[in-house]
């Protein structure tokens, strides 16, 4: 599988994608025109990939400034499909990076993390 | 004439508190470029970076739901689409509103109406469920299908919102939902 590797834009977040290493990373701003247009040949390639994980251990990342409700859709999907990944015996990192004084990305953090109980998650505060 | 009739229209705009407006056909790049001058704008008078968050990120879903599903629509080619909606950001009181009206059609009314009333009564926890459960693509009961966006303005919207319909004729009405943060 080739990673993926997309420059952030003003609306767009960084995403990058590297499949060898298993390590995932969202970083930036996230409301695009089309979230499918933009996120989805990374998730299905994101998809095929962990089908094939086996014992393996996986990194993702998000380090949002600001996401859409069209794009909490797209993370909640991630989320879902991480914790899939860990229930079938791999090990999952999750840590979801946020500014320290923003209120909102943290509790939007803990509300994705809460419904975990298989994949691991750390919620860290950075300096704005 | 045509200075004192704008003038007018502008001295209009500022009694009411209203810091920007636009009435047109809405893009994506509007949003972007719109949005960018609010930042600007709240940054410049201090505005605490929380409201300011707050504030763009309603404006971001009003804007949306304006460019997705005003029902007064130019098409052409069946490709290029342009929809219409208003919008104004502005103080009132203590409070900075995000308000946004375009024409819906009346059967979509009621299954509005009854969304909007039924998110304006919940509660943070009630909310929280409701958008994770729409996330998730399950219907919960009285959404009728209802995106994920008037709910993420609820959760967003710390002074409340309000909304009204104006029926235009036996087709359509105006609607306008006015987000306090």
């Known amino acids: ?128 | 004439m045509l200075a004192t009739d704008m003038y007018e229209f502008r001295n209009y705009l500022r009694e009411t508190g209203i810091i920007f407006c636009y009435s047109g056909y809405m893009t994506e790049d509007i949003l972007v470029g719109i949005g960018k001058a609010i930042k600007q704008k709240l940054t410049m008078d201090d505005e605490d970076s929380k409201t300011a968050k707050a504030v763009f990120s309603i404006f971001v879903e009003q804007v949306q739901n304006v460019i997705r599903y005003s029902a007064e629509k130019e098409t052409k080619d069946n490709k290029t689409e342009l929809r219409y909606g208003v919008l104004t950001v502005g103080r009132e009181d203590d409070k900075v509103f995000v308000t946004c009206g375009n024409i819906i059609k009346n059967p979509d009314r009621d299954r509005l109406k009854e969304h909007l009333v039924a998110i304006q009564k919940m509660d943070k926890a009630e909310l929280k469920k409701m958008w994770k459960d729409v996330l998730r693509g399950e219907t919960p009961e009285g959404s009728k299908g209802a995106g994920v966006g008037f709910i993420d303005i609820a959760r967003r919207a710390r002074q409340g919102f309000d909304f009204d319909f104006s029926e235009v004729d036996d087709t359509f009405s105006f609607f306008t939902l006015k987000a306090f943060i």
């Open chain 1, 1 to 128: 599988m080739d990673n993926i590797l997309i420059a952030a834009t003003e609306r767009s977040p960084e995403l990058d994608f590297n499949f060898e290493t298993n390590t995932f990373f969202l970083k930036g701003e996230s409301y695009p025109e089309d979230v499918t247009e933009f996120y989805g040949a990374a998730l299905k390639a994101l998809e095929a990939h962990v089908e094939d994980l086996d014992g393996g251990t996986l990194n993702f990342t998000f380090e949002l400034i600001y996401f859409n409700s069209s794009s909490a859709k797209i993370l909640m999907s991630l989320f879902d499909m991480m914790e899939e990944v860990a229930e079938e015996g791999n090990t999952v990192n999750i840590v979801w990076v946020y500014e320290a004084d923003d209120d909102n990305m943290e509790e939007l953090g803990e509300e994705f993390g809460e419904d975990l109980e298989k994949a691991n998650f750390k919620m860290k505060a950075i300096e704005g």
